[in-house]
């Protein structure tokens, strides 16, 4: 308990230093937002109540904290670029709510590519005796690591949609109206992103593995009649999943914050597409919180990894 | 019941087991003494089938009644094998501390050998395993079994093992230097254990050790091995009293024991080392911005102090603040309260592991001259020329003992004897008043300790050294000290010469110790 409330006690003073920094960086970045906004031709009243409206006339300090005070209570803003109507700008909160379930089922689906390709994968190396079936993994993993995910993505495009037609390139259903139609759209993306990983992860797993075999109490297990795989499975996976889980973690934190190429490649509305547009056009409050969202899935998931932790090794709960 | 024939064992090219033959018959106890690299342990994985993929068997039988488990260096089948590990031949290992899963339960540990061998039903099992709990003397099973191994101590995690191994009724138990990592009080009583069980169940026990004492003390019958052969063999009693074998005798001289020792001149009046009223602390908790931070109090209110020219004894077992003692004296730990004064300088210190406190990039003799460079890297007015430092290097080997040659060997191509010789030189080249040597040979083999031991007490009279001796082999400290201090959790419970502590010991736990070994 007391363990769970500094964790809170961490995340909420990192992100609060992350968002001051995001905000002194927009401070500092050249370029005038209510010129963007209007264009050119705008008269300078309109600029002046423009300037009001946004409350870009007062102190930084005191647009920080209002800002602050707002995002707490649960007002993320309104985005300077997108606007809803003519007469309305639109929320943060919806304009990211939209995208939001874009960027996790991609993430979700792809994590579970990783996840359940990988460690069969990474035992089946580690147990292998012929040195055919090592080599040929070998090959194949740092082939799929050394092939960036874009270029998967754009092979992929290439031979289901274009030549197979298992998807038609460049189209996307939303998820409102055939939730369906929407996954096999993110099969072939959570694809492309899961490959590199997957040789990675299940290179980890496989060396990680290897030092474990060498333990004394895999002797034991031995010593006990256990057959291979049961020592492999039984005994070793557990103990060898523990460095593996860190790795994990910096994968998912990373797809989860966006797979922005992707994202591109395919044309899918997700929240790295939303993340450079943003940045592009100056369109603070949308980056500002974005930074806020990416942070605390970083920190989130690290807390995760750090649970899992204690849940595989008692050592560490123990003390 | 176990016949083993001719075997031969080798590591790329290397002899480990060269042609050996033995039995072992129901019930009887044999033990396998020898010093490290001796080929032991190596026996007794072939005997399991558990040798690593290097080695090579090349040639061989080994027999278990009627079945061939090793025909003319052919390995059985696995499932052979699989179906007399753990349930006719059981084993137990050195390290309790990494024998065991860390992540699993024990009771679960222990369960699965009846999950292997048995068909016992689910809902016997917890209650077979707390049986074999109680019979190994592991008091509170029920509780026990849903532990975790870091959970229990060294002593019990090897009750655990021997739980593991008995409860299946082998015939036979390999046991591997099953106490060599446990303090002698639990060492005792692990041995005595062993010996129980092993009668009561008429089980057979292949006991492989280096220590010639504890073979003497629980086996009928003795193998003495050395480079991979066995030079003799015989009832324990003959061994021991009457041994044929040149190295045999060896072995038992190299023993340390507390008859002979030698009269030593008196040690000077003037102190090298005070230390009054020490209390040391370690800081618990993370390192983290919330973390609470809290202070462990290791060593309580110890004051002594060294004079020139005297060994001070330091014994106690592990855990006691034997080496978090010496750390503050040292000034490697710097939460004390309390005084601690030098009348010297440059203290050093000899470390207990050879194999790990030595560079292992760096040659012997960059070992060697490191010291001095440090020296003068310190003090603005010490200089020296490369060639001193060279020649000073040079020096110490020879008062090592080791050859020039030796100069620019690294760590890894020298023998455990060899390095622990360098350890010496690299704490003696700047020519310190006291050194402080933790554990220096308990990692050795009796021979060599007895040569390491001989050396350091040569050194001492050469250089005029004090040295404080931490071990926790009582019989190593009435060897080498003039003076003992007995720990226990982190306070001095009892000082004094070392004859008048071994012959009239006035604590308890003195006694306890003493008896024990």
Known sequence: MRYLLKKIMTLSVTLFLVSVAAFIAFQIIPGDVVGSILGTEATPEREEELRHELMLDRPPVERYFHWLFNVVKGNLGVSYRYSKNMNEMMPVKELIGDKLPVTLSLAALSILFIIAVSI?????????????????????????????????????????????????????????????????????????????????????????????????????????????????????????????????????????????????????????????????????PVVEILILYITFVVIFVYFTVDILYRVIDPRISGK | MIRVKNLTVSFGGKTAVNGIDFEINKGEIVGVVGESGSGKSVTALSIMGLLSDEADICGGDVYFEETALLENGRKAEDSVYRTFRGNMISMIFQEPMTSLNPTKRVGAQVAEMLRLHTDTHK????????????????????????????????????????????????????????????????????????????????????????????????????????????????????????????????????????????????????NVLSVSELNVFYRDGGNSLFSGKSLRHIIKDVSFEIKRGEILGLVGESGCGKTTLSKAVLGLNKNYTGKVEHF?????????????????????????????????????????????????????????????????????????????????????????????ADEPVSALDVTIQAQIMELMLKLKEDMALSYLFISHDINVVYQMCDRIMVMKSGEIVETGDTREIYESPREEYTRLLLAES
Not at chain 1, 201 to 216: P, W, Y
Not at chain 1, 237 to 255: C, H, R, W, Y
């Open chain 1, 120 to 284: 069969p994968l990474g035992v089946l190396w580690a147990r292998s005796k012929s040195r055919a079936l090592d080599a040929a993994l070998s090959v194949l993993t740092q082939v799929s690591m050394a092939i960036p995910a874009f270029f998967i993505g754009i092979l992929m495009t290439y031979l289901f949609g274009i030549a197979l037609k298992l998807f038609s390139p460049g189209a996307y259903v939303s998820y409102h109206k055939d939730f369906k139609g929407f996954i096999t759209y993110l099969i072939f993306p959570a694809i492309s992103i899961a490959i590199p990983k997957i040789g990675m992860t299940a290179r980890f797993l496989r060396n990680s593995m290897l030092t474990e075999i060498k333990s004394d109490y895999v002797r034991t297990a031995y010593s006990k009649g256990c057959s291979e795989r049961r020592v492999m499975y039984g005994h070793v996976l557990k103990n060898a999943l523990m460095p593996v889980i860190t790795f994990l973690g910096m994968i998912i934190a990373e797809i989860v914050a966006g797979s922005i190429v992707i994202e591109q490649v395919f044309s899918l509305p997700g929240i790295g597409r939303l993340l450079i547009s943003s940045i592009s056009t100056r369109d603070f």
């Open chain 2, 123 to 270: 809902d016997e099992i917890r209650g077979r395993v707390c049986e074999t709990f109680l019979s190994v003397g592991l008091k509170d099973p029920d509780e026990l079994y849903d532990k975790y191994p870091h959970e229990l101590s060294g002593g019990m995690r090897q009750r655990v093992m021997i739980a593991m191994g008995i409860i299946c009724k082998p015939a036979l138990i390999i046991a591997d230097e099953p106490t060599t990592a446990l303090d002698v009080t639990v060492q005792n009583q692990i041995i005595a254990l062993l010996k129980r069980i092993c009668s009561e169940n008429t089980i057979g026990l292949l006991f492989i050790t280096h220590d010639l004492n504890l073979a003497k003390r629980i086996c009928n019958r003795v193998l003495v091995m050395k480079d991979g052969i066995i030079v003799e063999q015989g009832a324990t009693k003959d061994i021991f009293e009457d041994p044929r074998n040149e190295y045999t005798k060896r072995l038992i001289e190299a023993v340390p024991s507390r008859i002979h020792k030698k009269d030593r001149g008196k040690p000077g009046k003037e």
């Open chain 2, 344 to 436: 010297s300088e440059y203290p050093q210190m000899i470390f207990q592991d050879p194999y790990s406190s030595l560079n292992p990039t760096k040659t012997v003799g960059w070992l060697l001259m490191e010291p001095l460079r440090a020296k003068a890297d310190q003090k603005p007015g010490v200089r020296y020329s490369a060639e001193d430092i060279r020649s000073a290097a040079y020096d110490m080997l020879k008062k090592v003992e080791l050859s020039e040659d030796t100069f620019r060997k690294y760590p890894a191509q020298l023998s455990g004897g060899q390095r622990q010789r360098v350890s010496i030189g690299q704490a003696l080249i700047t020519h310190p008043s006291l050194v402080i």
